[in-house]
């Protein structure tokens, strides 16, 4: 008897805002899959492996694929989230490529039939949709029995003239006892310094028309309070530190207070702390002390609107008062908020955007709110209605608003920008420049630097080679601009090889250039690969996965005129130690461009400190690994609990 077929299970992260952040990624789904396979009797037919976090989260496109297509496995299993779409399905693609006869399948919220984005993508061979956990297993059985899984719930199988329609929608009713969790089976790793996510309820009682949870799960199905805080326990015995719990509106859940009352007791010594994503209706003073007690510190709540009429029309009920009246008593308990506001949806004109934000503010939850614009997701019955609606939205991911009955983009963009004006703060993660000094001494390389004054042919095929998930590409030479086509050359050979990472251009200036290049190199990146990445920031005109930065040596005498235009268009960051931005924190990417800190024999944490407090954190970088990293986590919040 030979060797059994190998089933590789992959789940790629969401990018973050910065090379060292933390990605939150835990590949809960693939590890489902993997208990799902024990629990059907497939691993004696099937060898399973989970492609752990700590691969997929810093392997850029080609070493990835290597790593999946290694020794030819029989299967793998993509699951496709909005934020990993199109590099999963690139993936697929180059998998293929190494491995032909692997017969890939995907799966998670992206596979709907009504995502055409994905459906008339090319590279896998089978697509699922809907909760996988008993379709997966009926289909790897089929599928090792020879067939290829046509007229399976749910499946929808590749032929030669392309993309089956799916069977018919598998039914949604096994208990959440069928499956034990992920973490518990060793498929998926508990990790201190990573959330681990626990489902204690799936399907939802609300129907709100732009949320997934009604059209994925109609069958509200629970886990005991018992067992639930059994496996908290368990959890908490293997490491873990934050738990977030991934049920639908955790407070309408059955048996809502006995839960908190079992968790309270496992977390007596207050080890873990506990996140969770609750609504105003039914919230009461004594749950308020009781999500406190059993160690809840963070909440999500949803405002979405304050116009009574749109909360009908969008099916999601409620009120600003009573949101406003459970915010109050959740302060009162120490317990902080996550608060969401909707920008664009059916119903909602700009006038009601502006309430909202002058609600949040009256009501002293400006600093916790988050605003963002409406996405169309794949499965919604908003996306079913847009056009009766007059909504229309980009068909690619994030599926954004362009515009609405009572919304132009024009406002759209408007409505954004005037509440961060009234908040003081912008509402979205800002893009950070990777501008440490060297590559990771283990690992993908993340750092490459050519001088384009020198460059040989080997200098070029060197920059070629497989990297990161984010990488940085530094580009010095005497005239920049006269070199152009050089430096593009340069960048096309790191997005020939990695055209799905996060990719950093830096330009190394120490004399000035016309503002041409910018152009030049900014149109060279917009020309690479789209990705949700690229597009979540494009409604203000950035771009989060391929980004430009000046970098200017310590001394360099640049003209002020130069300076102020450069740093009007991208970043713009000049070497110094620490003593000096600290002389002019205050002005660091206002009249001055922002900081690279480098060495300095009399820096200290108290120093650090101080600068953190006076500067815009934000334009303060570090040439040091180990000061960019505490700096990305602990004065930007770039953790994982945070994301």
């Known amino acids: 008897m030979g060797p059994l077929p190998r089933m590789r299970l992959v789940q790629l992260p969401v ?52 790593r999946v297509a290694r020794d030819e496995p029989a299967f793998v299993g993509l699951s496709l989230y909005l934020w990993n779409v199109e590099r999963s399905l690139h993936l697929a693609r180059e998998i293929k490529k190494r491995s032909p006869k692997t017969k890939i399948l995907i799966g998670g919220p992206e596979v709907s039939s009504d995502n055409p ?53 598998p039914q949604a009713n096994f208990p959440l006892t069928a499956y034990p969790s992920p973490y518990l089976e060793g498929l998926v790793p508990v990790e201190p310094q990573r959330s681990t996510y626990v489902e204690t309820v799936r399907g939802c009682r609300s129907h709100c028309t732009f949320c997934f949870y009604p059209r994925s799960s109609s069958v509200l199905r629970v886990l005991e309070p018992d067992p639930s805080a059994q496996l908290v326990q368990k959890l908490k015995d293997k490491g873990a530190r934050e738990v ?76 600003a008062k009573l949101v406003a009246e459970a915010a109050k008593l959740l302060h009162g308990e120490g317990i902080e908020l996550l608060v969401d506001l909707i920008i664009g949806l059916p119903g909602d004109a700009p006038d009601d955007v502006k309430r909202g934000v002058e609600f949040l503010q009256e009501h002293g939850l400006g600093g916790e709110a988050q605003v963002f614009p409406l996405s169309l997701l794949p499965g919604t019955a908003m996306r079913a209605t847009a056009e009766e609606d007059g909504v229309v939205f980009d068909p690619s991911p994030p599926y954004r608003v362009q515009r609405t009955a009572t919304f132009t983009q024009e406002q759209l963009l408007r409505a954004l920008e005037d509440t961060e004006d009234v908040l003081e703060r912008r509402v979205d993660e800002v893009p950070r420049p990777h501008l440490v000094a060297s590559a990771r001494a283990q690992g993908p390389c993340d750092v490459f630097a050519i001088d384009l004054d020198g460059a040989s042919e080997a200098d070029f095929v060197k920059l070629a080679q497989p990297g990161a998930q984010h990488a940085a590409l530094w580009i010095s030479g005497r005239d920049l601009f006269g070199q152009r086509d050089r430096a593009l050359r340069a960048i096309d050979a790191r997005l020939g090889t990695d055209p799905h990472a996060t990719f950093d251009v830096v330009l190394r200036a120490s004399e000035p250039f016309p503002m041409d290049l910018l152009d030049r190199v900014r149109e060279r990146l917009r020309g690479a690969a789209p990705s949700w990445q690229m597009r979540q920031l494009s409604h203000r005109g950035e771009d989060a996965m391929r980004r430009v930065t000046v970098s200017l040596p310590e001394g360099a005498l640049l003209p002020q005129d130069w300076l102020q235009a450069v740093m009007h268009e991208v970043p713009v960051f000049r070497d110094q130690p620490l003593s000096q931005a600290l002389r002019d924190a205050e002005e660091l990417g206002q009249s001055l461009p922002g900081a690279r800190v480098i060495a300095d024999a009399q820096a200290s944490r108290e120093d650090l400190a101080s600068l953190a407090r006076r500067a815009d954190a934000d334009c303060v970088t570090f040439a040091d690994r180990a000061l960019e990293s505490h700096w990305t986590l602990r004065v930007l919040g770039y953790g994982d609990a945070d994301r």
Request: zero cysteines; proline letters at 6%.
């Open 117 to 169: 984005f994905v459906l008339q993508a090319k590279g896998y061979d089978l697509a699922v949709a809907g909760e996988a956990e008993d379709t997966f297993a009926k289909l790897m059985h089929a599928l090792l029995d020879g067939g290829d899984g046509a007229g399976l719930p749910g499946v929808a199988v590749r032929k030669p003239l392309g993309l089956s329609a799916f069977g018919a929608t």
């Open 15 to 66: 990018p973050p805002p910065a090379a060292l952040a933390a990605t939150g990624n835990v590949p809960l789904a693939a590890g489902a899959l993997g208990v799902s396979a024990r629990v059907h009797g497939l691993t004696s037919r099937l060898e399973l492996e989970v492609i752990e976090p700590s691969l997929t989260d810093v392997m850029g496109d080609a070493l990835l694929a290597d």
């Open 244 to 319: 977030v719990f991934l049920d639908p509106t955790f407070n309408h859940r059955p048996e809502f207070e006995p839960l908190l009352d079992a968790l309270a007791e496992v977390n007596s010594d207050r080890a873990l702390t506990f996140f969770a994503e609750v609504r105003a209706e039914g919230l009461k003073a004594h749950h308020a002390k009781k999500l406190a007690q059993a160690g809840f510190t963070r909440l999500e709540i949803g405002l979405q609107s304050v116009n009574p009429e749109t909360l009908k029309r969008v099916k999601r009920g409620g009120s």
